[in-house]
């Protein structure tokens, strides 16, 4: 018998991957969650049939997700993650000495569950207690509009903007980002495929600016098991903090140094050059954010 | 009835695309060529089963085997293109008016056909006499043989490496290329994917370098429809010419000024900023090109 996991992302494009067993099938309050062990990807997470993460390519994502945020606002003491109940996102953090307190918000306890036995690697900052993160479960809409002027950092690892992720891309939850996080603060989230999701992008950053937020940037890398192969996030900042109350700017305001080879020997995809190159962005997705 | 076509990426990833009908299917002396029509992705020209092109994802692939060489060679006036029968190639080159003379190697006449006839848009440069385009059907390793010092830039716009491809490939085949050009002359290739083919990329560089060429450097960029979502070149270049005996490097080299400002707006992915970007490569790349 062959076993193919087939994802539609859009209806003419379809990525299958081989699978080889199924270690997890299960139905949380919130979602579906099934764990696969593929031939070429490792191990297979997906919540409502959607691709999560797999072992083989997740490095990617998270370093993403966490590092171009992490190596502009340097002075970051606590950070908030929306989601990411996978712990990929709190992984990287936790790589970053200045953070002092890391705070996961995810609504799903199975999600952290079921990524702790299967994903261990991915969860590995959850497995043990650990003073520096907290892990909440909870709404993360409704705790970050409980909790202003608390944030350094703000990460919306956030699943697809259709059913409970949905509210996750709204202006109402970016203003309330906006003021949970502290002066000079930043926010970074996943903003989906530049090939499939260009207008869900220019959405997002004119409802990151309506918020409060002066200054927006995209940045993107390749995902080969995501829509299209190429994924994109967003980086935006908030006014006030260390540099004489500017926003803090992603190329001119990253500060890499020696005391930092350490962490970099760790990641397998963020470079500093890659920091540079991947806010560099292609016409067509420049121009339809234009229009 | 639905209609998918299924590539095989690897033995467990494939890519699917829902296709709406059949345009074209034939058997040429070399290989079997079919061009359909997809619901998201315009029309697919496949040989012998694998995806040559997509018309809504060409642009990436052809503007980026062209302008990061043609950007840096500023005084070429000659240009080969081995394979590259779709024109897609040739279409790039003609926007730079320095280039006075462009070569088409192509071995199989039926492609340059079939892309006249359903790809208008990708082999405009083929479909009328152009005095400045030189359309030779043979095989590309022997031409280029037979040509030394002919030519100031070599694009090779090949199959994959396997069955007639392969020779592309070859460390026989890069030496002719590498006496083939004229002095301070630029080879940009197409070298697969990252994701999947690593060690092939490893070991274009290793030939290349064993060839002659002193400065070899891979530059990336998504592509949707090819294994992988993400796909890399290769831009190699000879001593001598211009810069004083210097090789030509593709960052440091790289001259665009605003004369070239109509050229730049007739593109959709490459700019002056990708230019850079696309050059900076993940560690994972770097690693595995160094051991």
Redesign the interface.
């Known amino acids: 018998m062959e076993l193919?996991y087939?994802e539609e992302h859009?209806?003419?494009?379809?990525?299958?991957?081989?699978c080889t067993r199924t270690l997890y099938s299960g139905q949380s309050k919130f979602q579906k969650i099934d764990v696969l062990e593929?031939?070429?990807?490792g191990r297979l997470l997906l919540l409502d049939g959607l691709v999560m993460l797999t072992s083989r390519?997740e490095f990617?994502y998270h370093e993403m997700m966490v590092h171009p945020a992490c190596f502009v606002h340097r002075g970051a003491e606590t950070a908030l993650v929306i989601g990411g109940g996978d712990g990929g996102t709190v992984r990287e953090l936790l790589r970053h000495d200045n953070l002092k307190r890391i705070v996961l918000c995810e609504i799903d306890p199975d999600v952290v569950e079921v990524s702790k036995r299967f994903f261990p690697e991915v969860a590995s900052g959850l497995l043990e207690e650990n003073s520096r993160v907290e892990l909440l479960f909870q709404d993360g809409a409704g705790f970050v509009e409980e909790n202003p002027g608390r944030f350094d950092l703000i990460l919306i690892d956030s699943t697809d903007p259709v059913g409970p992720g949905e509210i996750l891309f709204s202006e109402g939850f970016y203003s309330s980002c906006f003021r949970a996080l502290r002066p000079g603060g930043v926010l970074a989230a996943q903003t989906e495929s530049p090939?499939h999701h260009l207008d869900l992008m220019k959405g997002v950053k004119e409802r990151l600016t309506a918020s409060g937020f002066g200054l927006v940037r995209f940045y993107?890398?390749?995902?080969?098991t995501y829509p299209?192969?190429?994924w994109s996030w967003v980086f935006a900042s908030k006014q006030g903090g260390q540099a004489e109350g500017r926003r803090l700017h992603p190329l001119r305001d990253v500060k890499i140094g020696p005391s930092d080879e350490m962490v970099?020997k760790g990641?397998?995809?963020?470079?500093p050059?890659?920091h540079?190159?991947?806010f560099?962005?292609?016409?067509?997705v420049?121009?339809a954010l234009k229009r």
């Open positions: 193919w087939w859009t209806k003419g494009v379809r990525l299958g991957l081989k593929t031939l070429d990807y390519d990617i090939f993107t890398a390749p995902v080969p299209g192969g190429y970099l990641l397998r995809y963020y470079t050059d890659i540079h190159a991947a560099r962005l292609p016409r067509f420049l121009e």
